[in-house]
């Protein structure tokens, strides 16, 4: 099965539909995952030293947002995928103000550029993070590497 990437889905894009309530356990939580122990992550008094009025989440966080509007765009336009046929080759952030918890974020994923390399569709994903107040909260780049229609031993 072909995933139908090609030079024309340049462009497309997707919004999400709802928002991503930023929980200040969730916060807590990839902050772990991340091995990320700075104090403003866990602990709101160490936020406000910051002078923030609420958690601080990982720098990466907003990854979170990115995959699932990626996901919904992909599902939008038929790419649904097997998950262990893509390989994230590269990401890149650009921070335009902090996550902090009780931030209410929507994410737009735009299809930056496709291309096929050795059997692989390389795609570059664009997406925006923005709060409920429209204001832009960060940009990421991801590099998606997908093979098409490997085999995986034990696959019907």
Known sequence: MTVGFTVD??????RMSDYYEVGREKIREFARAVHDDHPAHF???AAERFGYPALIAPATFASIIGIMATRQL???NGWASDLRNILQADQ??????????????????????VRL????????MKNQIFN????????NYTTLIRRDSVPVEGDV
């Open 9 to 14: 889905s340049v462009g497309i894009r997707f």
């Open 43 to 45: 602990s709101e008094e």
């Open 74 to 76: 992909f599902e939008e």
């Open 92 to 113: 890149q952030f650009r921070f335009h103000q902090p996550i902090l918890a009780g931030d209410r974020l929507i994410g737009e994923a735009y299809v930056e550029s």
């Open 117 to 124: 390399m050795a059997g692989n569709h390389v795609m570059v």
């Open 132 to 139: 409920d107040r429209d204001e832009m909260v960060q940009t």
